[in-house]
């Protein structure tokens, strides 16, 4: 899994030649990404999903509020504002709020997801 902070995705100018206006970017990274779905999921506080994969993969864009995600491997990391969350090709994971603040994100999911089980405390 990779995260990319808002505070390290470099930003800048776009080229002029492209666009009207002064346009800017971040650039949160290169993804591998085969057909997908695109949703705005809001969890309430300390709600989270159970684990699960994608077979493309699935980017988490944190849009407002306090979260958190893990892997097998790692985890859970705390996730605020900004934030990019990349999961690998069939990587098991949960994402969900922090337990004070709800959270809300952009995921953007490649291939149907595959639900395992709960995520244990």
Request: hydrophobic share 30%; net charge negative; no cysteine.
């Amino acid at each position: 899994m990779r995260i990319t902070r808002s505070t390290d995705a470099p930003s800048g100018a776009l080229d002029l030649s492209h666009f009207h206006g002064a346009v800017s970017s971040r650039d949160y990274g290169p993804l591998e990404a085969p057909r997908g779905t695109a949703l705005i999921v809001s969890f309430p506080a300390g709600a989270r999903t159970h684990w699960h994969r994608h077979p493309g993969g699935q980017v988490l864009f944190v849009t407002d509020g306090s979260g958190r995600v893990g892997t097998r491997d790692d985890g859970p990391e705390a996730l605020r504002p900004g934030d990019l969350v990349y999961a690998p090709p069939n990587e098991e994971h949960w994402h969900g709020a922090s337990e004070p603040e709800g959270v809300s994100h952009l995921a953007l999911s490649f291939g149907d997801t595959e639900w395992l089980e709960p995520v244990e405390e």
